[in-house]
T-cell receptor, first 113, second 112 residues
Framework: ETGVTQSPTHLIKTRGQQVTLRCSSQSGHNTVSWYQQALGQGPQFIFQYYREEENGRGNFPPRFSGLQFPNYSSELNVNALELDDSALYLC????????????FGSGTRLTVV | QQQVKQSPQSLIVQKGGISIINCAYENTAFDYFPWYQQFPGKGPALLIAIRPDVSEKKEGRFTISFNKSAKQFSLHIMDSQPGDSATYFCAASRNAGNMLTFGGGTRLMVKP
């Protein structure tokens, strides 16, 4: 059984650019949630994808968008990057659109310069 | 608005001691309270979780105590070991919902 894998592990982008982060869910999980973890803080919910549709969104602007594919993998896209977008982006997979059984990946460290 | 407040921000405990981390929440609709452990460079991993219909849950050296009337819950790590040194997060969720609200984290260091 494979866990949650995220790519890339580290990324440096320039302010104003766009970035795509990727997540493969754990075997048997059909739901993917994305969180942003700023340095020294707890993770904050961005959104969740269940059955290829957005299933809830946190307090993040529309320039944060996502996709889920038929194999349950997911992408997080961020447009018009700002310096404050620098953070660890965590993906978590779970069964059936809920928080029970959340398994987190190791994250993608995004630095915006 | 921070709905889950966690304290202390950092904690130093001697090996063999008890580590205690506290959380308070505001939203009375929360009904699932997990604790996560995070090592540097890794994602959070679920340690233990509790529902408000019980006041305490124990798994090995880890115990959650829950006080519904005070809207508080805490994590106790008995016989703390250097390998327990990590950042701990409390979290809460509403009605088996689709998101977790995390506390700000506690950085625990266990000295040998």
């Amino acid at each position: 059984e494979t866990g949650v894998t995220q790519s890339p592990t580290h990324l440096i982008k320039t302010r104003g650019q766009q970035v795509t982060l990727r997540c493969s869910s754990q075997s048997g999980h059909n739901t993917v949630s994305w969180y942003q973890q700023a340095l020294g803080q707890g993770p904050q919910f961005i959104f969740q994808y269940y059955r290829e549709e957005e299933n809830g969104r946190g307090n993040f602007p529309p320039r944060f968008s996502g996709l889920q594919f038929p194999n349950y993998s997911s992408e997080l896209n961020v447009n018009a990057l700002e310096l404050d977008d620098s953070a660890l982006y965590l993906c978590a997979s779970s069964p059936a659109g809920q928080v029970y059984g959340y398994t987190f990946g190791s994250g993608t460290r995004l630095t915006v310069v | 608005q921070q709905q889950v407040k966690q304290s202390p921000q950092s904690l130093i405990v001697q090996k063999g001691g008890i580590s205690i981390i506290n959380c308070a929440y505001e939203n009375t609709a929360f009904d699932y309270f997990p604790w996560y452990q995070q090592f540097p460079g890794k994602g959070p991993a679920l340690l233990i979780a509790i529902r408000p219909d019980v006041s305490e849950k124990k798994e090995g050296r880890f115990t959650i105590s829950f006080n519904k009337s005070a809207k508080q819950f805490s994590l106790h790590i008995m016989d703390s070991q250097p390998g327990d040194s990590a950042t701990y997060f409390c979290a809460a969720s509403r009605n088996a919902g689709n998101m977790l609200t995390f506390g700000g984290g506690t950085r625990l260091m266990v000295k040998p």
